[in-house]
Structures are given as C-alpha cells and as structure tokens.
C-alpha cells in the first residue's frame, strides 16, 4: 500500500543542522520531494530528488536517498528561525496509464528552531 | 516559477450555504488540478482530481455531491462545497503540476474554511 512515515516533531538549536527523516512504501516511486509549510500557507517546494539519485545538495538543504530502505532524508546546515516550519516528504509512484499522478505525503514534520 | 493562485483566502460561512473556492494558474496551463483536504496538525489528503473538461476523479469516501469540482479551462478548477456543515470546517489546498513535471507540484496558498 501507499505510506509515508515521518517523526512528528524536531527541535533545533539556531545555527545547528536539523536532519528530518522520512520512510515510504512505494520502490517504484520515481520522485521524491520535500515541501515546507509555513503557518496558514499552501505548500511551498524546497528540493526533490530522483529515484536513481543517492544525494542531492542545493544551498543550505542536503537530501539523502536510501532506496534499499526507502529511506529519505532531508538535512538543513545552520539552521535559522525563519527554517521554522512544518516539512513534508512525498513520493510520486509512477501512473502507468499516463497523466499526472497524485502526490502521497507523510504527515508533517514540525521543527521548532530555538535560540 | 510557475504559480497558482488560490481565493479566498480565508471564509467563514454559515451552516446550509455554499462555498466556492478558485485556483487559478497564472502563468502556465494547468490540465490537472488536486484538491487536498488539510486537517489541524495533520497530513494533506487527497480529495480529487479534475481535468480539464472532463468529469473529476474523487477518492474514496469523498461525496461528489458535496464537493462539486469544475475544471473548465486550462487555468481556472473550482471546488464548491455546498451545504456546507461545521464538520467541512478545514484548510483546503490546490494543486496542480508544474509545466516542467521534473520540479514536482504547485501548490495554492489554501483557503481556510470555517462553517458556523
């Protein structure tokens, strides 16, 4: 079946890493993403990464890919207040009758940044 | 980047009446529109998905009568929710994917719903 796991919640001191975790189900999935939610806002993308990919690294944002164990991560160096947040991992399976398919998300990972 | 503009924003409505909430993609075609349902510290889940015209695919357990979806243009999908009850009290977000699929989904900015 369809499943995205992640821990509910991180709290980081301003200036260290945070490292957000995220397991899912589906092998086939072809991208991975991760979204950032500020309070009352829509989903805004932060990276992604494609399934034949282990690492990728944009700015401040690091996401590491396990296939074997399905395991994503996501890190952020030095992080800072304004990383405060909720972070959605999701994955992508393929939809092999062509079209768009819907994105499967975990349940949200709310990182609290404190001085 | 491409952007899809949601209103409103916020709405408070009462119980009986009907809603309307717009997506509206601005500077790409959107074929494909997702209307997630949020709850309070919880995930998004998926409510249907429509296409431009044609009828929307709704999940299970989601009342196509209730949640009335149109997607008559390549920019403009709509979700009604009609005969709205405290318990449709929700955040509501669209989606559609971006012209370049590689760089995933556009998200709305959600429009919070409260039924009183």
């Known amino acids: 079946g369809e499943d995205v796991e992640q821990s509910l919640f991180l709290s980081v001191r301003e200036g260290d890493s945070s490292v957000i975790n995220c397991t899912y189900t589906?092998?086939?999935?072809?991208?991975l993403y991760w979204y950032k939610q500020e309070p009352g806002a829509g989903l805004q993308l932060l990276t992604y990464i494609f399934s034949n990919m282990d690492m990728k690294q944009d700015q401040r944002l690091t996401v590491l890919l396990n296939k074997k164990d399905k395991h994503l991560s996501l890190r952020i160096a030095d992080t800072q207040t304004g990383d405060s947040a909720i972070y959605f991992c999701a994955e992508s399976p393929p939809m092999f009758s062509g079209g768009y398919n819907k994105l499967i998300f975990g349940a949200g990972t709310r990182l609290a940044v404190h001085p | 980047g491409a952007v899809v503009s949601q209103h409103p924003s916020r709405v408070i409505c009462k119980s009986g009446t009907s809603v309307k909430i717009e997506c509206r993609s601005l500077?790409?075609?959107?074929?494909?529109m997702f209307w997630y349902r949020q709850f309070p510290k919880k995930s998004l889940m998926l409510m249907a998905t429509s296409n431009e015209g044609s009828k929307a695919t709704y999940e299970q357990g989601v009342e196509k009568d209730k949640f009335l979806i149109n997607h008559a243009s390549l920019t403009l999908s709509t979700l009604t929710v009609t005969s709205a009850h405290p318990e449709d009290s929700s955040f509501y977000i669209c989606?559609?994917?971006?012209?370049?699929?590689?760089?995933?989904?556009?998200f709305g900015s959600g429009t919070r719903l409260t039924v009183v």
């Open positions: 500077d790409f075609q959107a074929t494909t």
């Open positions: 989606s559609a994917p971006d012209s370049n699929y590689n760089y995933g989904y556009t």
């Open positions: 589906d092998s086939s999935s072809t991208y």
